[in-house]
């Protein structure tokens, strides 16, 4: 995350989201995936959004990882990019992994992109849904069943259905 773009619209959907998952009954962590001057506006951005640092993490347990890289997911790990790799790798420790996405081709169908993604993670033995809109999301765990009570949770608050795009919603071609 660039420090310039705290409070932007889509730190208002990470708070929303990290409510959500608090109201679960889920302690949330966040890696800011940090660029630029992130200690002037780190402890602002934690209280914002109602999240404790990766580094407090001790021990497995009841908690959810947003991870919140400045571009989104891609093939490998960079200083703008999460992979899938580590956000499976990030499940042995949390139940839940929520990451902030924004690396999808305008040359391509974003919903094929969001399927492709799900594959992969399922390839890697987790399951995902995605929160689809403008600023779209990953959710991550390697069990299905914490995934579901999330997004019927997300659906009862009122998310429409459409937005929450699961693996099983893909048509067969």
Partial sequence: MKSDWFGD??????RFFVGELRALGYTVYLDPMA????????????S????????????????AL???PDTGIADHRSRLHIS????????AMHDIVLVFDQSFSRNADPRE????KLRQLRAQGA?????DSHARFLFAS???????????????????????IALDDEQPA
């Fill in 84 to 91: 899938i790799a580590s956000i499976v790798g990030h499940l």
């Fill in 142 to 164: 390697s069990a299905a069943d914490r995934l579901g009570l999330l997004r019927n949770a997300l659906a009862t608050v009122g998310l429409p259905g459409h937005r929450l």
């Fill in 113 to 116: 992109q969001i399927f492709a």
């Fill in 35 to 46: 660029s630029g001057d992130w200690a002037r506006i780190e402890p602002a951005f934690l």
């Fill in 9 to 14: 619209s889509y730190d208002i959907v990470k």
């Fill in 48 to 63: 914002f959004l109602g999240v404790r640092h990766l580094c407090d993490a001790r021990e497995p347990g009841s908690s």
């Fill in 127 to 131: 399951h995902g849904f995605y929160y």
């Fill in 66 to 68: 947003l991870l919140d």
